[in-house]
């Protein structure tokens, strides 16, 4: 199984909602990634899990807020959202080495409107 | 600072080859990856070069040229299905941190 799963696809709230976005990977990967894009843009790194630890927050606004349950799950909570906010959001993973990490696995996206 | 530079756009008919371009200036460098995405898709791993030649997968290929800080991925034979985003990307000694290019799109014509 090489798939990283995301749910929902897509995701429509408003600036007072909660809600949090979904993904699952069963690769045994321990190494766990958000990333936001916009439309013609490249992805943004926002966090990074290692071994279920938050190991890189790449200065994101406290409205969004990572949770990593256990080795397979990602969670990305969402609260008081702004309409830029809006954009593609990907959940990756790889395996964790002493060396470089050559290969991210990416899930297809929530695709995220915030009205 | 990290930046890397790759074409906005890149037409080609298909059946033919195309050379996507990509330079890099980073303070530290652990290779070159290249991505494919396609609209309303996931970016999927296309390939790694970490040292300096040619990686050849099917009818891809990457280049890099760590003098030149330069690379390329190389699609041959063109097919419709080519037609996505294609980045360019270099990871990071750093937890797996990933710094990707503007992307370049790839429409491959009939």
């Known amino acids: 199984d090489t798939e990283v799963t995301q749910t929902p696809k897509h995701l429509v709230m408003g600036m007072t909602n909660k809600k949090s976005l979904k993904c699952e990977q069963h690769?045994?990967?321990?190494?766990m990634y958000w990333y936001k894009q916009k439309a013609k843009k490249p992805p943004e790194l926002m966090f990074v899990?290692?071994?279920?630890?938050?190991?890189i927050n790449e200065s994101v606004p406290s409205r969004f807020s990572p949770e990593c349950p256990n080795s397979s799950l990602l969670n990305l909570h969402l609260h008081a959202l702004q309409p830029e906010d809006s954009a593609l959001y990907l959940c990756?993973?790889?395996?964790?080495?002493?060396?470089?990490?050559?290969?991210?696995?990416f899930g297809p996206g929530t695709r995220l409107l915030v009205l | 600072g990290q930046s890397l530079e790759q074409p906005s756009e890149v037409t080609a008919v298909e059946g033919a080859i195309v050379q996507i371009n990509c330079t890099y200036q980073?303070?530290?460098?652990?290779?070159l990856s290249w991505y494919q995405q396609h609209d309303g898709g996931a970016p999927t791993f296309l390939s790694y070069?970490?040292?300096?030649g040619l990686e050849e997968t099917g009818r891809f290929s990457s280049f890099l040229s760590r003098s030149d800080s330069y690379g390329y991925l190389l699609l041959q034979e063109l097919q419709m299905k080519d037609s996505a985003s294609y980045f360019c990307?270099?990871?990071?000694?750093?937890?797996?941190?990933?710094?990707f290019g503007q992307g370049t799109e790839l429409s491959v014509k009939p």
């Open positions: 980073t303070s530290g460098f652990y290779g």
């Open positions: 070069n970490g040292l300096d």
């Open positions: 899990y290692s071994y279920e630890k938050l190991s």
């Open positions: 990756a993973s790889s395996q964790v080495g002493a060396g470089i990490i050559k290969t991210q696995y």
């Open positions: 690769m045994g990967h321990r190494a």
């Open positions: 990307a270099v990871p990071q000694n750093q937890g797996g941190k990933l710094i």
